[in-house]
């Protein structure tokens, strides 16, 4: 659909005013795809600035002709970039790559909660861990290993975990990534367990070693239940968990790169109070980025920042279904909640304005305004990020940790710095035949076309 901003590129574009009214074509995942029923009438998005949530831009490569069912159409084509994981609701035209007039508080990613952005968990500065193994697996980080009452005919390996690892006489586990490689066994039987955070096995065969470094058990199962220790984790977006039918039919599955951070629904405590705004209570825990250099002082008021994440069962098959999931981006001087000078950004999604039967994925937006601030906040002066999380899955205000707020992506979206010959031209929903997202898979080369009906009234 054209815009009516492109409708004004458009004619400027025909009489030498503007150099381009395409130049570049943005893909993002802030939508629902419609549905597959392709009857139902396209939903206006002439006055469409934006897209919900922007992933990236590509440059167009390729301008053509074709005839599809007796109408022509202009085909504007762009590769999509080969390395990353995306998956796909929303594209649109944009007749340059940035806006020129905005500069450097143009429209950006803020965060993408990935490995490379040094996240911590907790006011301790814990290392958030990393699990790409099928979340339904039980995975605990080993610290600790030694070998004992070693025999001819076998050892007694004594392993500590950094949590309590919840394993009983007779479970199956495999243990991999220690140095050296001879406390790394394959599908082994717990044989006793000294305390929550140690037990042992015994080898067929006499080892010897010294341990190093650490590595992971994995209690190998199949249950579609999310089964970790650990109250925030790493995880990919194309997890085997993620693939059930049960969760794709709910949209769990983060969308943007391959990144999400998951946080468990009680991991922070977070009330409203009587003016409406999230407080989050003594004891809330919470993810934190250090030495953080965050400055919108340039942007607007009425610029947005945009907060992707998506509401996840702990349970798949479970269909106990969220009250609200609410989250908390403080940005502050200080290591504390609400002291020294702070703005927060409050998202709260709940049963009465979503379903949360058919969709857990969410965009919030929030004018740089509408954020709460204390008493002379400045953005320069801002060195700590951090990020609570909780989710209620009834009206006690009670935090569950049936459910998972997964973080995707916060986003600038400049949305005020007004340029007559840029904006977005065209704008499309998009999805498969099955209406669901578009998945481009990582390390795959792949093409998106645009196409403008062109007719003569």
Not at 264 to 293: C, K, P, V, Y
Not at 339 to 348: D, M, S
């Amino acid at each position: 659909m054209i815009t009516n901003i492109g409708k004004n590129i458009l004619a400027k574009y025909l009489v030498g005013q503007t150099p381009s009214y395409a130049s570049h074509i943005a893909v993002g995942c802030g939508t629902k795809p419609l549905v597959a029923d392709n009857t139902v009438t396209m939903p206006d998005y002439s006055d469409k600035s934006s897209l919900e949530f922007e992933m990236f831009r590509v440059p167009i490569i390729s301008r053509g002709f074709v005839d599809e069912g007796g109408v022509s159409k202009v085909v504007l084509t762009a590769e999509l970039p080969t390395q990353e994981r995306y998956e796909i609701t929303e594209v649109g035209i944009f007749s340059a790559a940035s806006n020129p007039d905005a500069g450097s508080f143009d429209s950006k990613t803020v965060y993408s909660f990935s490995e490379l952005e040094a996240w911590k968990y907790s006011s301790q500065g814990t290392a958030i861990p990393s699990i790409y193994e099928p979340l339904d697996d039980r995975v605990v980080k080993i610290i600790g290993a030694t070998i004992a009452a070693r025999t001819p005919s076998g050892s007694t390996l004594t392993y500590t975990t950094d949590a309590e690892h919840g394993l009983s006489i007779g479970t199956e586990i495999s243990i991999s990534g220690i140095s050296p490689v001879v406390f790394n066994l394959s599908k082994v039987s717990v044989a006793t367990v000294p305390t929550p955070t140690s037990f042992t096995v015994v080898s067929t065969t006499s080892l010897t070693g010294t341990f190093v470094s650490s590595g992971y058990l994995i209690n190998d199962v199949d249950t579609n239940i999310i089964n970790q220790v650990y109250p925030v984790f790493q995880t990919n977006a194309d997890n085997k968990i993620f693939t059930n039918s049960n969760r794709v039919s709910r949209y769990e599955r983060c969308r943007f790169l391959n990144n999400i951070f998951a946080i468990s629904g009680n991991n922070a405590n977070i009330s409203i109070n009587s003016s409406g705004n999230l407080i989050a209570e003594t004891g809330s825990n919470f993810i934190q980025l250090s030495n953080a250099s965050v400055d919108f002082s340039k942007n607007s008021p009425t610029d947005e920042l945009r907060l992707a994440f998506s509401v996840v069962n702990k349970v798949g098959a479970s269909p106990t279904l969220p009250k609200s999931a609410r989250v908390i981006i403080e940005f502050s001087s200080t290591g504390s909640f609400k002291t020294g000078k702070w703005a927060i950004f409050e998202a709260v999604v709940d049963d009465t304005n979503n379903n949360f039967a058919t969709n857990r994925y969410f965009v919030v937006k929030k004018q740089l305004q509408q954020l709460e601030k204390s008493p002379e906040f400045s953005w320069a002066e801002v060195k700590n990020v951090r990020v609570y999380a909780s989710v209620m899955k009834d009206n006690s205000g009670v935090p569950t940790s049936d459910f998972y707020v997964c973080l995707d992506g916060l986003r600038l979206e400049n949305v005020t710095s007004n340029n007559s010959v840029y904006g977005l031209t065209g704008y499309s929903v998009i999805k498969t035949p099955e209406a669901k997202t578009i998945i481009k898979s990582a390390n795959t080369t792949n093409y998106i076309e645009f196409r403008f009906g062109l007719d003569v009234l």
